[in-house]
Structure formats: structure tokens, C-alpha cells
């Protein structure tokens, strides 16, 4: 039995549908945290596969576990339901197919607990594929001014990496936002003059898979990013946004759109890792051959800097990467 079970001093909320395969990798990985003083707030967001029963065998041997079966799917907004339910100071958001690295909840509570002008801790990452193996990673280190300059045109901030405080009037993801609801929410708390920050510490393993939103849904994705920072300028001239109208459009993305999130981050990786621009440039053409030429824009320019001297492809890895 955990100390203080009553009374956790973290809440780690995820939301579940469909994602058996990845689950107990995701499951095992917050149970097995170092820091253990945690309630685990888990959504079953209507799954129809065995998720449930996946969890419900965590459930009876681990009593920090909480599940709530919605009646109805709601998609990523299942959040709110682990969040308003939350009992703790801070909330950690979780996804069902990533996996936390064994310190993550102690390095972002104690940054937190040492910095309580800050309302939000998010982290870095690795990308891992299906077989969880690291395919790239993504390390950024950006104060609360940082972040508010840079937010505004990028979503730097990975949500399930972040950690942040409860509060009595706590904003929410909005349920409109299938995807790209976090983006939404982050601009909101940018126009409360929350302060958001990220550390350079890498505490979360993304997986790029079949269920992932930003692989499943990209074209949806960007459209509602578009949209959030529409509604972010709104709030900015008249103080309110124009949400309660909002009726976002469904739109279908290519199936293998997954497959060809993973092959672009791992030519990536490539192009960023190697000096075999030959065998660069036959692997881009075997993703040419299946995708098309314009499918992706970095693709072309890594092709005609293939050919240069060594000295400009390092300037274009300083440039893209930081390396």
C-alpha cells in the first residue's frame, strides 16, 4: 500500500480508447514512477476492444488507480472528466500509447513546487515508433517568456508532457477541438498571463503510431490550429472569442497517413544523422515513388543539399536542429 493513498499530491489524468496494444507500456510506466505519491485518473473513453479489462486488472492490484467509463465517446475533452475529479494540487496529463521516463513526475513537481509563479511545467521528449524504438527526440528549454513570444505561431508545447496546477476556476479542453484542443487551451492560458515553461529534461517517450492524433488526423489538426489562433486574436481585440459558434468541419485525411508521418521522421533522422547522402537520396526516392514529390516540402530540400560539400549540409543541421 502507498503512503498518504487519501491524500496524493499528483493527479495523472489519461484518457483511453481503443489503445490495448501500447496500454500496459503506458499503465506500467506511471505506476513504476519514482515518485509514487500520485492518484492515476484513468477515462475508458467507450472502448471496444479490451482496454477495459486491461485496466481493471491494473485496478485491483494497484488501489491509486481510478477508472471512469464514459457513457458516450467524446474524444480528447475525456480529459476534463480526470481533471475536475482530480483531488490534488497538480495535474499531470498522460496519453494511453506514450510511456513517462521513471522520473518524470519528480522532476516536473519539484520544479514546480520551487517555482510558484509558474502555472505550467511541459518537458522534452523522444519520437519512438511502434516497436519503441528512438527514432529522433525533441530537447527545447524555454522560459515563461520564451514560450509566450514562441506559442503564438507554433505549438511547442507536447501535451502529454506537461504538468500543471489545479485550480478552483480551471480552464478546460473544449470539446469542439477533436484535435488540437491542448493548442487551444495553452493560447487560453496565454491570455490569462499564465506561465508556461519547458524544461530541456526529457521525460516522455511519444510514440508514433496508428492512433496517435497528429499522425491520424493531420490535415483536421492544422485546420483547428489555425482556428485556435483565430480565436487567440479575438480575445486579444475584444476580450472574448467566438467559440460558442464555432462548428468544425469533418474532413477525411489519406489512410496511410500514420505511415507517412513515421517514414518523414525517420528520413529525418537520416538526413540528420548520416553522411551517406547516396543512400539518403534512395530513400527518399522509394518515398517519392509511394507519397509524392510535394507531399513533403523538406524532402526536396534535403535532396538539392544532398549534392552539396559537407560544410553546408552541417550549416543546414545547425539551422533545422540546433546540432
Sequence with gaps: MQKNINKPKISVVMSVYNSEKFLKDAVESILKQTFSDFEFIIINDCSTDNSLRI??????????????????????????????????????????????????????????????????????????????????????????????????????????????????????????????????????????????????????????????????????????????????????????DSYNSFKPKKILTPKNSNKTFLQEKELSLFFKKSEDMKGFRQKLKIYWKKNGILNWKFGIIGYIISFSPFWIRQKTRQVIWGI
Design 55 to 240: 485496466l481493471q486488472q491494473y485496478a485491483k492490484k494497484d488501489k491509486r488507480i481510478t477508472i471512469v467509463n464514459n457513457s458516450e465517446n467524446i474524444g480528447a475533452a475525456s480529459r476534463n472528466i480526470g481533471i475536475i475529479k482530480a483531488k490534488t494540487k497538480y495535474i499531470a496529463i498522460m496519453d494511453s500509447d506514450d510511456i513517462s521516463l521513471p522520473n518524470r513526475l519528480n522532476i516536473q513537481y519539484k520544479f514546480l513546487e520551487a517555482h510558484k509563479e509558474i502555472y505550467l511545467a511541459a518537458g522534452s521528449f523522444y519520437f519512438i515508433n511502434q516497436n519503441k524504438k528512438i527514432i529522433d527526440k525533441r530537447i527545447i528549454n524555454m522560459d515563461h517568456k520564451e514560450v509566450r513570444k514562441n506559442i503564438i505561431h507554433k505549438n511547442i508545447i507536447h501535451n502529454p508532457t506537461v504538468m500543471f496546477r489545479k485550480e478552483k476556476k480551471q480552464l478546460l479542453y473544449r470539446n469542439k477541438f477533436r484535435t488540437a484542443g491542448d493548442y487551444d487551451l495553452w493560447l487560453r492560458l496565454l491570455s490569462k498571463n499564465k506561465k508556461m515553461v519547458i524544461l530541456p529534461k526529457i521525460v516522455l517517450k511519444y510514440r508514433i503510431s496508428n492512433s496517435s492524433l497528429t499522425a491520424v488526423s493531420k490535415q483536421l489538426q492544422q485546420n483547428n490550429i489555425k482556428k485556435a489562433r483565430f480565436f487567440y486574436i479575438e480575445r486579444q481585440k475584444v476580450g472574448k
